[in-house]
């Protein structure tokens, strides 16, 4: 199962109350810092049933929901599967 930049968007919105995103917006622009993504990766772990926290994880590289987005791709494309 993949998932969208849109849905992304969406989950970040939910979880913390923010308005107009685009997939570029920069997390600090937004106030969100590495925890608010770490939060974001968990709902993302348990929507789509894989596991994306691991030891390369490098939350200095994921500055924008397009980052986040590609990571994740990098995860569901080797089946990283529960």
């Not at 917006?25 to 926290?53: G, K, P, Q, R």
């Not at 980052?67 to 080797?78: C, G, K, M, P």
């Amino acid at each position: 199962m993949m998932i969208s930049i849109e849905e992304i968007i969406s989950i970040i919105k939910r979880l913390n109350n923010i308005g107009e995103i685009l997939e570029d917006t920069l997390f600090a622009e937004l106030e969100l810092d590495s925890t608010h993504i770490v939060e974001l990766l968990v709902e993302i772990e348990i929507m789509l049933n894989i596991d994306v926290l691991d030891d390369q994880l490098n939350l200095d590289e994921l500055l924008t929901i397009r980052d986040v987005h590609e990571y994740i791709l990098r995860f569901a494309s080797n089946d990283s599967v529960r």
